[in-house]
């Protein structure tokens, strides 16, 4: 099982940033897809997530600024994240929903500058 992360870096206040995860080992296309991310001291906390037929939920503090979508052809899901601002800095990771122990790799940093 493999979930890997990519795509973070550091980006002004109001840019942009996608976030992309390639999965293997996993039953990908039958399997809740979500992004995660955590701060330093702080629990991880769901960003958002997408169901295998693309239904999506955010949390309030992102709505209407990322966009989670899915390919399962190549087992990836992606986060694409606009206006982005300091409080959004935080290491981000994918996994399922629920979360499973094993899935958690190395996550990817995003840093935005004010």
């Known amino acids: 099982v493999q979930l890997q992360a990519s795509g973070g870096g550091l980006v002004q206040a109001g840019g942009s940033l996608r976030l992309s995860c390639a999965a293997s080992?996993?039953?990908?296309?039958?399997?809740?897809m979500a992004w995660y991310r955590q701060t330093p001291g702080q629990k991880r906390e769901l960003v958002a997530r997408i169901t295998t037929n693309g239904n999506t939920n955010y949390r309030d503090s992102v709505k209407g600024r990322f966009t989670i979508s899915r390919d399962n052809a190549k087992a990836t899901v992606s986060l694409t994240m606009n206006s982005l601002n300091p409080e959004d800095t935080a290491v981000y990771y994918c996994?399922?929903?629920?979360?499973?122990?094993?899935?958690w790799g190395k996550g990817t940093q995003v840093t935005v500058s004010s």
């Open positions: 996994n399922s929903v629920p979360t499973r122990s094993n899935y």
């Open positions: 080992g996993i039953a990908f296309s039958i399997t809740t």
